[in-house]
């Protein structure tokens, strides 16, 4: 598998369905899951780079952001999870950043969504695109067991510049540290305890303390009080994370200590929202990059000059 030439094609397509053979994505996810094995439950990083919130099978619009931030071939990109279900091309999001981190894992990072678990993907849409798209030869349970284990390998959070905390999900009452989470083992299908709620808490401004995340059906909600107390604690500024439709694309909470980042305008093609990236530059400013659903995203005439790995 050629994946320079993979890449290439994906960029100089735009936003179309791509027909994949099993047997393609099969070396695919096994690679991405020897890649991604190497890496820690913890990514300690640095800045410039930039940091992106759900996609959720919107192509395009993933298209879009390498178009306007930069190609991530020299520009470096974390992204906070849920890549898949509920979009229209979750399978070329999957393939497209799977490729990327195994041909740039200086460049390209994935963090886990709470979107990145088996049992979810079987109620919220991957797990029936894969029925639909390899019916014939009957290979999507197989797919979708493959794809549980590149899921299992992805890291749970990421530390930028050693001051912001980087995650899918949220805070939990397990969460003392930032030492617990470079403890994790990696290698969980399901998740439980605070793998579960790295992937799946929500901050609150209506509570204190941790409360029963009852919208989710699992983990807690927590207030600012925990924002506060759990960054002064962790040595943190703030903590980055995913999870949430906004509706201009980012929301600042938690008294300035939460950032919920939200990458996929126009979700599900029927909301307004807008999406966003967040920018970390050399010197360590944070700026947000907001934009709407573009109408098509176009080739790069510039594209075939674009430097690749050997």
Not at 216 to 234: H, I, L, N, P, W
Request: net charge negative; charged share 25%; hydrophobic share 40%.
């Amino acid at each position: 598998m050629n994946l320079d030439q993979v890449i290439r094609d994906h960029f100089a397509l735009g936003a179309v369905e791509h027909s994949y053979s099993s047997s393609f994505l099969f070396e695919i996810f096994h690679r991405a899951e020897a890649s991604l094995e190497r890496q820690p439950s913890l990514l300690e990083l640095t800045a410039p780079i930039v940091i992106v919130g759900d996609i959720h099978g919107q192509y395009g619009d993933l298209l879009y952001i390498f178009q306007t931030c930069g190609w991530p071939f020299d520009t470096r990109y974390l992204f906070l999870g849920d890549y898949v279900d509920r979009g229209r091309n979750s399978l070329e999001v999957l393939v497209l950043l799977l490729a990327l981190q195994i041909q740039f894992p200086q460049q390209v990072y994935l963090l886990r969504g709470n979107h990145e678990i088996k049992s979810v993907n079987r109620t919220y849409g991957f797990y029936a695109d894969l029925r639909l798209r390899y019916s014939e030869t009957l290979e999507f349970d197989r797919l979708l067991d493959a794809v549980a284990k590149v899921y299992s390998q992805l890291p749970l959070a990421a530390l930028l510049c050693e001051k912001i905390l980087c995650l899918h999900g949220g805070l939990s009452p397990k969460l003392q540290s930032i030492d617990d989470i470079r403890k994790i083992k990696k290698g969980t299908i399901e998740p439980s305890g605070l793998v579960e709620d790295l992937l799946w808490a929500d901050p609150s401004p209506l509570c204190t303390g941790f409360k029963t995340n009852l919208e989710r059906g699992c983990s807690y909600v927590f207030g600012t009080d925990v924002a506060v107390e759990r960054c002064t604690k962790m040595g943190i500024l703030m903590i980055v994370r995913g999870h949430q439709a906004v509706d201009e694309g980012f929301e600042i909470s938690g008294d300035r200590r939460v950032v919920t980042l939200f990458s996929a305008p126009g979700y599900q093609d029927h909301y307004i929202n807008k999406g966003a990236v967040m920018i970390v530059s050399a010197d360590r400013t944070v700026t947000f990059k907001q934009f709407s659903r573009p109408k098509d995203c176009k080739q790069d005439p510039y594209l075939s000059s674009l430097p690749m790995s050997d």
